[in-house]
């Protein structure tokens, strides 16, 4: 691999990290908790840049447990080790905890680049016999101590669902904690062993991929919080001299032709509360092809066919609980829903509660 294509890809993942910083500064406007993260994000941007260079320096000059190369790991290992807590802890406790997690790694920084300060020169191994010839000098001491910090932190991210003990938390971390220790067990080695600028790229690579995936489900938690789509009486089908009509405007026509599926399913809740019924039948009612029933649905908001009907579905399910209808789980099946499982999933993903809290809130005085 040449070096202008790992600065580039080094510049798109220096660039992905600051915009993931960015938008956790914005989150942590409204929710304090985000605010650690943001500034670690801005912190790995930074940091990510130092690995290409240590790419510039000699040859001779590399060696085994190259001390930079070490002293990155040590960083990049606590900044991972820490960050994903930031989710479950309170807000006032993260600084005061990072900081005193960190009082290891500030120190090892101080002991080895005080005597650089001072003019000393590293040493350079390059072989098991270097190693056991300067084991028990200073240079030599800190760099195991600056690796087995590292793995002590590498191994404090395979306890991280272990240690995330609030009922809340989100459980694709588990995963993400996995696939974070082991990246960081990869660039441990790269570290521990000649420095190869290749498989650093490889590790920047994996590294920002799980940022970006973090990043993205974080995300998410705000796209549940987003106004959902409301049924609006619809009185009147619209006419084919209508649809005509709204063919020199996109958004007019996609309108049409919600507001003609709106009518039909208004008027035919009896038809789409059978559970086998789907995507195909609507279009067949509604004389729209496949095409044009996913254009108009999404232009209002709904994701696709299946979440439109799920929508319904769900108003359904809400007023037969309010009228006394439903009085049970296994009921919750009369309004269109195949399984209890579905009925829960797609509850909890429409109202966000779980449907057994909203049937206990309706159920009927004794």
Known sequence: MTKDVALAILMCSTTAHYVIAMVMFVYARHQVRYLSIAWIMAILAFLSTFICLI???PVSARGFLQPAALLLLVIVCYLQSIYPLSFVMPGYLQWQRMVKYASPVMALILLYTFPLLLGKTPLVITSTHDLLQHLLSYDILIRLASLALSLAYIVNIFRLPHRLTHKEFPRYLVGYSLCLGLSAVFYAVVCVLRFNLLLATIYILCFTVLNL???????????????KPTITAVEQNPSERDLEQAQRDFNELNQKHFERVEYWM?????????????????????GLNRHLLLQCVRSQGYNNVHDYLSFYRIAELKRMIECGEVTNLTECQDAGFGTTKTVRNCFLRCEGVPVEDFLAAHAPEK
């Not at 995936?213 to 106004?227: K, N, Q, V």
């Not at 559970?275 to 039948?281: A, I, L, V």
């Open 266 to 286: 208004q008027h035919n809740t009896e038809a789409w509360k059978d559970n086998t019924f789907g995507r195909n039948q609507l279009c067949r009612e509604t």
């Open 213 to 227: 995936y973090l990043s993205l489900r974080t995300l998410e938690t705000m796209a549940l919080e987003l106004p």
């Open 55 to 57: 790419d510039t320096l």
